[in-house]
């Protein structure tokens, strides 16, 4: 690609506020081009002064930056203060042990977090690469990025289109603007000037960068090219968007700052304390307030949390859910709102024929998508055959052969070769049981009069083996009813009863469905050529095709399950309001506040709007900038916002939303890029199975805490306890660091493997700015915190007063506070729920795997020299480890009883 001056630094190309409102001739003359386009000299110019057809670069941050701002943490710059401090007073085993620490937080958050934002680049992938466009005259193949406003370009069937073209010539030219849009059908195109009020998704006279062609030809002039194209715009308003911390980091970040002040102006006075009060010199005051910070530092909690955020991802995985960015599996626990797309999130985003109105009555079909597997129905009955019913049988057969798309099996997926709206009545012909080759090859096409914006309808002509010849045609209703004089009945013609069609018509548009009509006509043997005389009177009507994007069946149930944990979810689309409404009515969504178009959101303040998204469930008609309001709307009624999508025009409200939740199988690469999480499965229920675990999640992450911060309560009381008593400190700061790190990696981490409680889905979504601490935690902890400090400065004290050594009663006291710690352990699997049960105990294999690997490993730390060396610890007798034993079981038995009084005064148990 050519690496040119970015549009951002050139001047502004020609600008018109409604280049679809304007005629032809109009926009040549703004252009200052014609319609056989610019001359070379001309184009170079421009390219000159406009710059390439691209995106502007962004800027990246290094690896090293993502790196270094891991350590941007208040708790993190605490530990590295003491780790120099213990450095200068020459105690290089502390002060390794607290680097070696700090670093290896910092690479877990590093290689979690390491994949960067794409979402620009997957934009510029979106930008076709060639592009045929009339220079002197004559038509030539450039790089698209070569293209200036004022070139001429064509378009044919599979064409990306190169930049965003002013059309002024078409020939059946549809367009697939689903990524922009959100509709489900190619959009067909004109060359007649529109109203300027137009919304995006109806300026059908203008074909966007980055489209597809699926049918037809036609010609237009560039208007715009790169960032100043529709797609250049959504590019921008991705750069420009700000992405939302997640409540776990705000916090996270509360905690951290909070914790520091507190630790700071503890062990200053403690410092002053044993300085002047107890007489202890500066170097041991120095190591004692090194032990005290240490202590009261839970540094093994960043890794915790990042590891069962990591469990998190893995479990979301093997759900269909990619999570792109760690601290979203927390976010989905606290989800309050759902704002989800119609098509190919809600919906299938596969056109499907779902009724038949013949002069027999209104038949619907079932299955799904593109897979030819479906029944036909009248009156609720089950056909058996559709041979039995010669008018349905006819007009199967006869869009069957008006038809110039196709159906192809690839990797067990049913893939679509042309236009989406003909291969849903391709489907329909294979479950009423025709088969295409054998039919084209019965009734050959001698002619044809393709589809047209200007006439709105297709025609065929075929004759059979034994010389007839006849007219199958379709197209949109009012037209076809227009050449239609009779109506066939039983294999016979009769005239056409207008109220009938009429009335029928109606049922099916209120439905949701588009309305494709079918009519057929007899010509003579000799008739070999097929003309607008021919099909424009007396026509026989067979039927009208109702054909939608129907709602995935799953998705009914899935909202169900989102309304029942106090999830709202609504619906935004850029599709018309009544195919919004009946789809959403279909799903369960209330409606009954009616439908919300993009023009009221236009026009709302952002006050009004407020108040709009908490009333309505349903908008459509809505632009990239309508879906941004809206979500920022939402956020700004404390809505914890979750925004599903599948197109470009979604991303812009996915990156901005809480969870980005983008579609893996159809959704485009932009909207991954930019999203936080990605269904594999492109199913609306994987997010509520996402939300359940992302709720999980947080409550493990909880009880992590509620583990871990009574083990730093007790050690810091610990110290202060002996300071206060003037004693010899029970554990030193390098033994700290031993268990803090120890009983993290094997303990705490086990509650990242606790399942889901039982009532889980049946709470109201926790409040965006609910404490991370709540007052039941902070009681448990600092009851617990009391419990291990009686405990492990008695069992010191206990030891010293019998003379026992220093380095056997450190010992005994380091033993003693992991004991309390593995009998803790069980306790905390739940918050109030008993855990003397059978599943309390035995519930989680990981926590009974790590409690018999954390003995072993203190076992080691007691009698392997190495150990003894570095620890300073000594063996132990067998009384003395009863001893421990019968202390340390002391707080499975007080938590629980502690518990039981608590469900006794909430009247649970």
Known sequence: MPQGNTTSSLPPQPQSPNWHALTDEEVVARLESSFDGLSQKSASERLHKYGFNQLSERKQRSALWRFLIQFHNVLIYILLATGFITLALSHYVDSAVI??????????????????????????????????????????SIPAEELVPGDVVTLASGDRVPADLRLFKVRELRVDEAILTGESAPAATQTERLD???????????????????????????????????????????????????????????????LSIVITVVAA???????????????????????????????????????????????????????????????????SIICSDKTGTLTRNEMTAVSVLTDEGRFT?????????????????????????????????????CNDSGLAKDEGRYQVRGDPTEAALIVMAMKAGLDGDYQQQASPRTDVIPFESEHKFMATLHHDHAGHNFIYLKGAPEVVMGMCRYQRQE???????????????????????????VAYLYV?????????????????????????????????????????????????????????????????????EGVVVGAEIGRADEQALQRLVAQKNVFARTSPEHKLRLVNALQANGDVVVMTGDGVNDAPALKRADVGVAMGVKGTEVAREASEMVLTDDNFTSIVDAVREGRTVYDNLKKSIMFILPTNGGEALTILAAIMFGRMLPITAVQILWVNMITAVTLALTLAFEPAELNIMRRAPRRRDEPLLSPL????????????????????????????????????????????????????????????????????????????ALILIQLAFTYAPPFQLLFQTTPLSLVTWLEIVAVASSVLFLVELEKWWLRWRSGEN
């Open 269 to 335: 006075v403690t410092f002053a304390f044993g300085l002047l009060v107890q007489d202890y010199s500066a170097t041991e005051m120095f190591l004692a307030t090194v032990g005290l910070v240490v202590a009261a530092i839970p540094e093994g909690l960043p890794a915790i949390m990042t590891i069962t955020l990591a469990i998190g991802v893995q479990k979301m995985a093997r759900r269909n859910a990619i999570i792109r960015r760690l601290p979203a599996v927390e976010t989905l626990g606290s989800v």
């Open 196 to 258: 300027a009020a137009t919304p995006i998704a109806d300026r059908l006279n203008i074909a966007y960068s980055g489209t597809f062609v699926t049918y037809g030809q036609g010609q237009g002039m560039v208007i715009a090219t790169g960032d100043q194209s529709e797609l250049g715009r959504i590019s921008g308003m991705l750069q420009e968007i700000t992405t939302l911390t997640t409540p776990l980091l705000r916090q996270m970040s509360r905690f951290g700052t909070t």
């Open 365 to 401: 079909i079932s299955g799904n998508g593109y897979d030819p597997h479906g029944v036909f129905r009248l009156n609720d009955v089950k056909l058996e055959s559709c041979d039995s019913y010669p008018t349905l049988y006819e007009l199967c057969r006869a869009v069957l052969l």
């Open 524 to 592: 003579g043997g000799d008739h070999h050529t097929l003309n607008f005389d021919d099909v424009k009177d007396g026509l026989s009507l067979l039927g009208v095709v109702g054909i939608m994007d129907p709602p995935r069946q799953e998705a009914k149930a899935a909202i169900a399950a989102c309304r029942s944990a106090g999830i709202g979810v609504k619906m935004i689309t850029g599709d018309h309001a009544t195919t919004a409404r009946v789809i959403a009515e279909a799903l369960g969504l209330d409606t009954r």
């Open 491 to 517: 294999g016979d013609d009769v005239l056409l009863d207008k109220e009938y069609w009429l009335s029928g018509m109606e049922a099916q548009a209120e439905a949701g469905q588009r309305l494709l009509a």
């Open 99 to 140: 680097f070696m620490v700090v670093v290896i937080n910092a690479l877990i958050g590093f290689i979690q977090e390491g994949k960067a934002e794409r979402a620009l680049d997957a934009i510029k992938a979106m930008l076709s690469h060639r592009a045929n466009v009339y220079r002197d005259g004559v038509i030539r």
């Open 777 to 852: 935690l902070i009681w448990r902890i600092v009851f617990v915190s009391l419990i291990l400090v009686s405990g492990t400065f008695g069992m010191f004290l206990w030891q010293r007063m019998n003379e026992v050594g220093i380095d056997e009663a450190r010992t005994v006291a380091v033993n003693t506070l992991v004991m309390f710690e593995i009998f803790y352990l069980f306790s905390a699997r739940h918050f109030i729920a008993p855990s003397l049960t059978r599943e309390g105990l035995a519930g989680n294999r990981y926590a009974l795997i790590a409690s018999g």
